[in-house]
């Protein structure tokens, strides 16, 4: 199969069983995708593929012929590691602790704001309500994205 993760093509062999959490995590050793339930209950495995998000848990990589998969690693800007706007109103807030929900809260918060579910607080708490935090930074990560969701 062929698909394209973070602005580079690969041509892989999968088993067909394999889901694209597993892809990322152990053929493409991208880390940064967290494996946390396994079963689409907590967002921490959150990417975009073709530009909406996914559990990427539930995902199987052999569906994903010819798509486009950005991962919380393909959001700094190549020219100079600059972070994503979402990345640096996450560290404007402190909007985490432990850091494990960090990456899934992000790629889910990207995929609300491109789907313009940022017009308050309220929307964007139901619109990512899938995604858990273990240590209750909620109210800071609503934050972080109505802050880049207004572009301030």
Same mark, same amino acid.
């Given at each position: 199969?062929?698909? &394209? !993760?973070?602005?580079? $093509?690969?041509?892989? /062999? &999968?088993?067909?069983?394999?889901?694209?959490?597993?892809?990322? $995590?152990?053929?493409? %050793?991208?880390?940064? /995708?967290?494996?946390? @339930?396994?079963?689409?209950?907590?967002? %921490?495995?959150? !990417?975009? #593929?073709?530009?909406? $998000? &996914?559990?990427? @848990?539930?995902?199987?990589? !052999?569906?994903?012929? *010819?798509?486009? #998969? /950005? /991962?919380?690693?393909?959001?700094?800007?190549? =020219?100079?590691?600059?972070?994503?706007?979402?990345?640096?109103?996450? #560290?404007?807030? =402190?909007?985490?602790?432990?850091?494990?929900?960090?990456?899934?809260?992000?790629?889910?918060?990207?995929? @609300?704001?491109?789907?313009?579910?940022?017009?308050?607080?309220?929307?964007?708490?139901?619109?990512?309500?899938?995604?858990?935090? $273990? @240590?209750?930074?909620? !109210?800071?990560? &609503?934050?972080?994205?109505?802050?880049? *969701?207004? *572009?301030?």
């Amino acid at each position: 199969m062929s698909l &394209v !993760v973070n602005g580079e $093509r690969h041509v892989l /062999t &999968v088993d067909n069983r394999t889901s694209l959490l597993n892809l990322l $995590r152990e053929q493409l %050793a991208l880390p940064g /995708t967290k494996k946390g @339930c396994d079963a689409g209950a907590c967002g %921490a495995c959150t !990417v975009l #593929v073709d530009g909406q $998000r &996914v559990n990427a @848990c539930l995902m199987l990589a !052999v569906r994903l012929e *010819g798509a486009e #998969v /950005t /991962t919380i690693e393909g959001l700094a800007a190549d =020219d100079d590691d600059e972070l994503h706007p979402l990345q640096q109103a996450f #560290v404007e807030q =402190d909007a985490f602790q432990c850091g494990f929900c960090t990456p899934g809260q992000i790629m889910s918060g990207i995929g @609300c704001m491109q789907e313009g579910h940022t017009g308050s607080q309220e929307e964007i708490r139901e619109w990512m309500s899938g995604n858990i935090c $273990r @240590c209750g930074c909620y !109210v800071k990560i &609503v934050n972080a994205i109505q802050q880049a *969701g207004n *572009g301030k």
